[in-house]
């Protein structure tokens, strides 16, 4: 079955970099889209970004853009999600999920938390 | 960019009663909206997507109808491991969105 597996959540200070990994099994991945989806603590559901299957276009959302970068790596199943110049405000649980249709989200990892704070 | 609104934002049910969950977007969607579940420590479950197809493994008691602008998610009779909150969603290739959530608890 579809296993996606996030990586790299760890407690960093304002205007601070940290790169997740999600590695994803049970799929071909090559063919998906991937995204990114994080939540707040206390709060709701977030979209931060995705990336197109053929890595050809990478979308974000207003808050994120400029200081975040998704990328994919077909040969180990991975993509990954480049952070800079983090904010308080970027504390959150963020998920690795698959794309459907471009249009929908059908399988997410666990998650994995990042804590921005001085 | 598209907003979607959900009511209302807390409904207080009891296992066996019908919950009818709401989402309204700013602008046309047609039918792509997608409904998901997440309970706390858990991430989100995909529930329904196209407006009114079940995922994979989804019960029957779920279902989803709407167009346009307007959406509902019904589960006909809440069974205990249904209180959790729900959250619609709309993508159009380029920006996705949630909306803020309906949190179904125990009355």
């Known amino acids: 079955q579809v296993q996606l597996v996030e990586s790299g959540g760890d407690v960093v200070q304002p205007g601070m970099s940290l790169r997740l990994s999600c590695v994803a099994s049970g799929i071909i991945f090559s063919s998906h889209g991937m995204h990114w989806v994080r939540q707040a603590p206390g709060k709701g559901l977030d979209w931060v970004s995705f990336?197109?299957?053929?890595?050809?276009?990478?979308f974000y959302a207003d808050s994120v853009k400029g200081r975040f970068t998704i990328s994919r790596d077909d040969a180990t199943n991975t993509v990954y999600l480049q952070m800079n110049s983090l904010r308080v405000e970027d504390t959150a649980v963020y998920y690795c999920?698959?794309?459907?249709?471009?249009?929908?989200?059908?399988?997410w990892g666990q998650g994995t938390l990042v804590t921005v704070s001085s | 960019e598209i907003v979607l609104t959900q009511s209302p934002a807390t409904l207080s049910l009891s296992p066996g009663e019908r919950a009818t969950l709401s989402c309204r977007a700013s602008q046309y969607v047609a039918r792509s909206l997608a409904w998901y579940q997440h309970k706390p420590g858990q991430p989100p479950r995909l529930l329904i997507y196209?407006?009114?197809n079940r995922a994979t493994g989804i019960p029957a008691r779920f279902s989803g109808s709407g167009s346009g602008t307007d959406f509902t998610l019904t589960v006909s009779s809440l069974e205990p491991d249904d209180f959790a909150v729900y959250y619609c969603?709309?993508?159009?290739?380029?920006?996705?969105?949630f909306g803020p959530g309906t949190k179904v608890d125990l009355k």
């Open positions: 969603q709309h993508g159009n290739s380029r920006l996705f969105t």
């Open positions: 999920t698959r794309d459907r249709a471009k249009a929908f989200l059908d399988s």
């Open positions: 990336i197109y299957s053929d890595g050809s276009n990478q």
């Open positions: 196209d407006t009114s």
